[in-house]
């Protein structure tokens, strides 16, 4: 009798605590409700405070460290550490190029390698780049996002920071394509260490602007981390930039016109066809090439000197007083 009621309390308490457990998950969801919350991010409440932990780690541990190493250390020697793991991030990037299908970039990548390795001292000197090699960005959720896996929701990574259910495999992945994973460990930590000293030196500039800007950190650094990878993921396709082109300006004799431009005569690319303001002086007459108001200056007439009579603006001097008096 009395081992029977001891099992009924032990199952009673079995059901009161997972009642416990669906309540408390359940206020926590209802904590990210609301008009405002981002549909991308339902764990909004779990990563404020990985956020808050992360931030309050890099105040008082990560920036000092990388503000000491700022201030105690050469330019060129902070630049060579920056080229030298940089050097070893282009093996993630030659692999997930080359997992992408990316040939062309996957090909630069791996002679940005070759020749940063034995023409750059190991990667100290970045000679890639003014060759004409560009820097890729990649890394493998970039290349599950490239096969159409979503992002799904965003996530915020204790010590590692944002990231996202997809870009949380990027940790785990392309550990095994660094070549310092494969180095003793009496070396390989030293070296992560000071390749996360270098990054946080990189972004001190970066941060203190942020401090004094944004007035929700957490939000600012949610959205920007997921328009970056986002940008990353498509290559900024879908962004163009406007046609700045002055109205009436001519390419120079002998050049040949861009594709889509308006052939001699017509207003294709000027400023008013693309739908901006026009910013043409109003005191300023049309007139046709030769002279001003239609008539053209005869060979023994001098041309006006004066800004009213080109139509301009007169800015003369109220108190100057004319020559001779």
């Given at each position: 009798m009395k081992s029977g009621s001891t099992a009924l309390t032990a199952r009673a308490a079995r059901k009161l605590g997972i009642s416990l457990m669906i309540a408390g998950a359940l206020a926590t969801a209802g904590c990210a409700t609301g008009p405002d919350r981002?549909?991308?991010d339902p764990l909004e409440p779990m990563n404020r405070k990985i956020f808050t932990f992360n931030d309050t780690l890099d105040t008082y541990v990560a920036k000092p460290v990388a503000q000491f190493y700022v201030d105690y250390t050469p330019s060129p020697f902070r630049t060579a550490v920056s080229n030298f793991f940089?050097?070893?991030g282009d093996f993630s990037?030659?692999?997930?190029?080359?997992l992408q299908l990316k040939i062309t970039d996957a090909t630069q990548d791996?002679?940005?390698i070759a020749m940063n390795s034995l023409f750059g001292i190991g990667g100290l000197i970045d000679v890639a780049s003014p060759a004409g090699l560009p820097k890729h960005h990649q890394d493998f959720g970039l290349t599950l996002g490239h096969y159409g896996v979503a992002s799904g929701p965003y996530l915020v990574l204790p010590l590692l920071g944002p990231s996202s259910f997809r870009d949380a495999t990027t940790w785990a992945v392309d550990w095994?394509?660094?070549p310092l994973s494969y180095s003793e460990a009496e070396i390989r930590w030293p070296l992560f260490g000071v390749n996360f000293v270098s990054a946080r030196a990189d972004l001190i500039g970066a941060t203190d602007l942020l401090s004094a800007a944004a007035l929700d950190k957490y939000a600012f650094v949610r959205d920007a981390y997921m328009q970056r990878r986002q940008y990353l993921l498509t290559g900024g396709g879908a962004a163009t930039l406007p046609d700045y082109g002055d109205e009436g300006v001519s390419a120079p004799e002998g050049a040949s016109a861009p594709e889509g431009a308006s052939a001699p005569g017509e207003s294709g690319g000027g400023s008013k066809e693309q739908g901006l303001p026009s910013y043409v002086d109003p005191g300023a007459a049309a007139s046709p090439a030769g002279g001003v108001g239609g008539k053209s200056p005869a060979p023994e007439e001098s041309a006006p000197s004066s800004s009213k009579a080109q139509g301009l603006p007169?800015?003369?001097d109220p108190a100057a007083q004319p020559a001779g008096k």
């Open positions: 981002n549909p991308k940089s050097n070893l990037n030659f692999a997930n190029n080359l791996l002679m940005r095994r394509v660094n007169q800015y003369q």
